[in-house]
DNA sequence: ACGTAGATCTTGTCATCGCCAAGATGGCGG
DNA sequence: CCGCCATCTTGGCGATGACAAGATCTACGT
């Protein structure tokens, strides 16, 4: 037998190619048939496991969102550390550009993320992972934001209207270059430029503010 | 016989159908087969009339857009008439409210303005239809930024970095509310507010910018 | 050691979907 | 009056998601 007839590491094989499907061919590919046959095993298991195609987009939204969540912290961490913490409105800005990368890198696993009625998670089985591992990579902005307040950067206050204006600045940019509706190339340094035209008018806007 | 053969208004009627149930059930409610249901017809009249699902979600994709582009024209017809033309900016505050509420109204007609992988239109029934569609709905956002610069609330230059900025913003904030990542109530003024910091913001960085 | 209960995976089936081919129907110009 | 052609219908094909029922393996209690 070269395969048992119990896996063993079927949740995570499935999870594989689902990935593999996705970022070749969209969220159109990412088929329960077509995992099934790319994993090897009978195209009514992968059901059995995630509950349903919902199951499975909302398996792969929390990997998504941890991924994500690990390169927006890596890349304030780095910011930090290269900036010796002088202006954390940079490390922001660097939040900011890693969050439109990512969205650049791998447009259909960014496009699954902003999508709830695709993910039908059964809440037996998932118990609002979705929701927290969306709350986790929200936490990595809004953390940013209050050490930017406390290093008078930005104005004091509840942080959280702030990280949501930066947060839908970055969505937005990122939204629109995922569905080809604006197009700039990869090096085009327009894409830098909005990023720091959003956060530069971010913190002039702020110390104006009533 | 009470309908001819002939419909003789059988795309319009399509049409009609399809949009009512996008406003019901959203996007995967509108099957060519459930549109030809409610429309009266066999199943595969719609793929006659639009060359298949991509073609019928593209010619759905134009009168949205058309939709889109009046209400913002008439926001920002509105404002300049209140305003007696004062301060521009208002006006273009005033557009970016009705394309916030326009994804707030409709959400799932506003989901479909984004989405280039579902429309798929037969390039010789279209000829760029959906592309000019979405350049006029633009058009209303980027002659208002011209206005304002004429009136010196925004700097000189081309306009369109500007207009791509808070059409950004403006999609950012509309798509997170449509797709539920943060969730204002109706009477929120949240949403208001949002809106005022980003063209405040707009404002202010502007004319502190290098 | 053994046997049963439950988890894991398979097989088979059904309704629905988009698409295509072929045929029926009706308007329209010669 | 006739034939052409757009319009619409009928029928069918392959693929998909969900479900039911069965086969196979693991684990645990005695």
Chains 1, 2 share one sequence.
């Not at 007839?5 to 329960?32: C, I, K, P």
């Not at 969205?103 to 999508?115: E, M, N």
């Not at 591992?133 to 509840?158: K, N, T, W, Y």
Request: include cysteine.
């Amino acid at each position: 037998m070269s395969r048992p007839y119990h896996h063993g590491d079927l949740h995570r094989a499935l999870l594989q190619a689902a990935w593999e499907l996705l970022d070749e061919g969209g969220v159109d590919a990412v088929t329960l048939r077509a995992v099934a046959r790319r994993a090897g095993v009978s195209h009514a298991a992968p059901t059995h496991h995630f509950g349903g195609k919902g199951g499975l987009l909302a398996a792969m939204v929390v990997q998504g969102y941890e991924a994500l969540t690990g390169e927006l912290q890596n890349a304030w961490d780095t910011s930090m550390l290269a900036e010796g913490s002088r202006d954390p409105l940079l490390a922001l800005i660097a939040v900011g550009r890693a969050y439109v990368g990512f969205a650049r890198r791998r447009p259909h696993a960014f496009t699954i993320l902003g999508r709830p009625e695709l993910r039908n998670p059964r809440e037996d089985i998932f118990h609002g992972e979705v929701e927290a591992a969306a709350e986790r990579c929200f936490l990595v902005l809004e953390r940013g934001v209050v050490v930017c307040q406390e290093a008078g950067a930005i104005d004091p206050g509840p942080p959280q209207p702030w990280a949501l204006l930066a947060w839908t600045g970055a969505h937005g940019l990122a939204v629109m270059l995922t569905e080809g509706l604006i197009d700039l190339g990869e090096d085009d340094p327009s894409e830098d430029q909005l990023t720091m035209m959003m956060l530069l008018a971010l913190r002039h806007g702020l110390q104006s503010r009533r």
